[in-house]
Antibody, heavy 116, light 109 residues
Framework: EVQLVESGGGLIQPGGSLRLSCAASGFTFYNYEMNWVRQAPGKGLEWISYISSSGSTIYYADSMKGRFTISRDNAKNSLYLQMNSLRVEDTAVYHC?????????WGKGTTVTVSS | EIVMTQSPVTLSVSPGETATLSCRASQSVGNNLVWYQQKPGQAPRLLIHTASARATGIPARFSGGGSGTEFTLTITSLQSEDFAVYYCQQYNNWPPRGTFGQGTKVDFK
């Protein structure tokens, strides 16, 4: 079964850092591009970042540039999102998702709450 | 930035009826549009890609149409499991600048 499982979310104070992970299974991870997409409480979907299958090409949404870093370890079938200088408005469910341009497989997400 | 606008915000329908959802782009995206379904607490699920092609395993009661700036998702003979939020997403520009619509919630009438 093709599956993506996120972890690493939690409660963090403003200005703090958090590293999210996404474990992939059921498909050849190193062949696929990956993304992070988030969803604030009661809101819609917001694309955050993309990484190519080899990790050589990376894109970020403008609002995340300089604070978030996407990476992957193909040997471990894992995707990561390092989030620094977190703000209250970063509170959301963070999904990892497979694909380039659009996403055909999504994880259920991990919840990040930024609050003092 | 391409702005995607979905309407209506909420669509109330009865099981067995047909639901028609709209998605409008602020500029042409060709046929580079997808539709996702999301139920509470679940991951989004890809329904339609390339504006009108059903994704693997998606029932035939889901159909997509349109091109350019105007798109529709039609769900015929609505089933109980179809009550969810539906999002459109354009992928004409990459990396994305303004990607998802705000969603349409399909709920019980």
């Amino acid at each position: 079964e093709v599956q993506l499982v996120e972890s690493g979310g939690g409660l963090i104070q403003p200005g703090g850092s958090l590293r999210l992970s996404c474990a992939a299974s059921g498909f050849t991870f190193y062949n696929y591009e990956m993304n992070w997409v988030r969803q604030a409480p009661g809101k819609g979907l917001e694309w955050i970042s993309y990484i190519s299958s080899s990790g050589s090409t990376i894109y970020y949404a403008d609002s995340m540039k300089g604070r978030f870093t996407i990476s992957r370890d193909n040997a471990k079938n894992s995707l990561y999102l390092q989030m620094n200088s977190l703000r209250v408005e970063d509170t959301a469910v963070y999904h990892c998702a497979r694909g380039i341009r659009y996403m055909d497989v999504w994880g259920k997400g991990t919840t990040v709450t930024v609050s003092s | 930035e391409i702005v995607m606008t979905q309407s209506p915000v909420t669509l109330s329908v009865s099981p067995g009826e047909t639901a028609t959802l709209s998605c409008r782009a602020s500029q042409s995206v060709g046929n580079n549009l997808v539709w996702y379904q999301q139920k509470p607490g679940q991951a989004p699920r890809l329904l339609i890609h390339t504006a009108s092609a059903r994704a693997t395993g998606i029932p035939a009661r889901f159909s997509g149409g349109g091109s350019g700036t105007e798109f529709t998702l039609t769900i015929t003979s609505l089933q109980s499991e179809d009550f969810a939020v539906y999002y459109c997403q354009q992928y004409n520009n990459w990396p994305p600048r303004g990607t998802f619509g705000q969603g349409t919630k399909v709920d019980f009438k």
